[in-house]
């Protein structure tokens, strides 16, 4: 079975530039989360899709981030305009029910 | 107080060595915990789920301690491999602590 894919692996970007990453779930799992990691920090939670709708977006640090899961499937997070502490690792994971979250290799974001 | 709290470590240990480190969570409503763990710039993993008092996998002992609000991973018998942080998430709330960095060296 295929886990969870992001894309792309690595992005380096300019502040004020835009950047879009990608996250495929595992098939089958209505349930995806975005996560991020700044250099040095814990892991912090985002938003949460049920399906195609946003469960819980407390986390969106403000309205530069844009997150979308069209049709229920794969998800989009944008970033724009990018800034120099957007920097990190974005992780996305996906769960079949409210239990256990398998997660993606992640994107690492440089904005310089 | 922090909804998780993590010893950053790092842990140094020997190998064959018996290891444990804690984790506290403010949030007395959470039911279920899991212990995942993080290689270098890798992402995190799912190591144990604890849904009652404790869970045994193998050389990994996950307790779960209500009362004082903390949870506990020992782990008997260090290899090399298990080099990494462990990172501690009550409930599927979805807060990470920070982790526990353990080095097990030969």
């Known amino acids: 079975e295929a886990g969870v894919t992001q894309f792309p692996s690595h992005s380096v970007i300019e502040k004020g530039q835009t950047v879009t990453l990608r996250c495929d779930p595992i098939?089958?799992?209505?349930?995806l989360y975005w996560y991020r990691r700044v250099m040095g920090k814990e892991i912090k939670f985002l938003l949460h899709?049920?399906?195609?709708?946003?469960?819980?977006e407390s986390g969106m640090p403000n309205n530069r981030f844009l997150a979308e899961r069209t049709g229920g499937t794969y998800s989009t997070l944008k970033v724009q305009p990018a800034e120099l502490e957007d920097s990190g690792v974005y992780f996305c994971?996906?769960?079949?029910?409210?239990?256990?979250?398998?997660f993606g290799p992640g994107t690492r974001l440089t904005v310089l | 107080r922090k909804e998780v709290e993590q010893d950053p470590g790092p842990f140094n240990v020997p190998e064959g060595a018996t290891v444990a480190f804690n984790c506290t969570y403010s949030?007395?409503?959470?039911?279920?915990f899991f212990w995942y763990r993080q290689d270098c710039r890798k992402e995190p993993k799912l190591l144990m789920s604890?849904?009652?008092s404790g869970n045994e996998d193998g050389r990994f002992t996950a307790q779960l301690n209500r009362a004082s609000q903390y949870i506990s991973l020992l782990i008997r018998d260090s290899k090399l491999s298990d080099s990494a942080t462990y990172l501690c998430?009550?409930?599927?709330?979805?807060?990470f602590g920070k982790g526990t960095m353990l080095l097990v060296s030969p």
């Open positions: 098939s089958g799992h209505d349930n």
């Open positions: 998430v009550p409930d599927s709330t979805l807060t």
């Open positions: 949030n007395s409503a959470s039911q279920s």
């Open positions: 994971a996906s769960s079949q029910s409210i239990d256990t979250q398998y």
């Open positions: 604890v849904y009652s």
């Open positions: 899709f049920v399906k195609e709708s946003k469960q819980d």
